[in-house]
């Protein structure tokens, strides 16, 4: 199946989270130039609502002028955009935004100049699971919608924990099974029948928005990964 998730089309486990890494890479740069247009009319906009209130529930980290700041597989940049509206413009620094996606990152520095942005947020291209970062280096930490695609959860998780200071935060805003059975159906429904058609037309590439359910099926649920973060040392979860 065209576009399926490399892992999901071979459970034989012999392909290499190298080999999903290029795949997830590839396919994400076909879309980057439709995928905020796509994203937004795919959630009816709410997209916008889920990242300010996230930010807004980090304000209390945001406003200190010293903490640093680092919006891991940022994508086109609404997340990390949605934080620097909430620091300080004197005296503190830019928030960070990483991402393997080379073209993702192009749109993220476009969006960064029309927001008069991108003088104070700083992109730089990496693998969320080889950052190139010190230990302890970091304050606040954020995922939008990206922590599902990394190759291997556990590493990512531990990478994190890393460049995170002693006390510092994580904060995952990631999609899930809806745990309600009759939201649970609709919402299958319109993943797999309505989202691939419409992400499909707006983005041209119908195998990205066909891979978008199959990845949320397969994403843990909130209790089983504040498990995988307990795993990987975060005290509080």
Not at 114 to 134: H, I, K, Q, W, Y
Not at 211 to 225: G, T, W
């Amino acid at each position: 199946m065209r576009g399926a998730q490399p892992w999901i089309e071979d459970r034989s486990g012999e392909r290499s989270e190298r080999e999903a890494a290029s795949w997830i890479r590839a396919m994400f740069g076909r879309v980057a130039h439709r995928y905020d247009l796509a994203n937004h009319v795919l959630s009816f906009g709410i997209d916008y609502y889920w990242r300010a209130h996230t930010a807004k529930r980090l304000r209390h980290i945001l406003v200190r002028p010293e903490a640093r700041v680092l919006d891991v597989c940022c994508g086109t940049g609404d997340l990390m955009l949605a934080l620097e509206r909430e620091r300080p413009r004197q005296g503190s620094c830019g928030v960070l935004g990483s991402d393997f996606c080379h073209p993702m990152l192009v749109s993220a520095h476009s969006k960064a100049e029309e927001n008069g942005r991108a003088v104070r947020s700083a992109l730089f291209e990496a693998d969320a699971l080889r950052l190139p970062l010190a230990d302890a280096s970091i304050d606040l930490l954020t995922a939008a919608f990206g922590f599902r695609n990394l190759a291997n959860y556990r590493t990512g998780l531990a990478e994190m924990r890393r460049v995170l200071r002693p006390g510092g935060t994580l904060a995952i805003l990631e999609f899930s099974q809806p745990p309600n059975r009759a939201f649970a159906a609709l919402y299958n429904f319109y993943s797999r029948r309505i989202l691939p058609m419409i992400g499909g037309f707006l983005s041209g590439d119908r195998g990205a928005y066909t891979y978008l359910p199959e990845s949320v099926k397969r994403f843990p649920d909130a209790a089983s990964l504040a498990a995988e973060m307990s795993r990987a040392g975060f005290p509080r979860t």
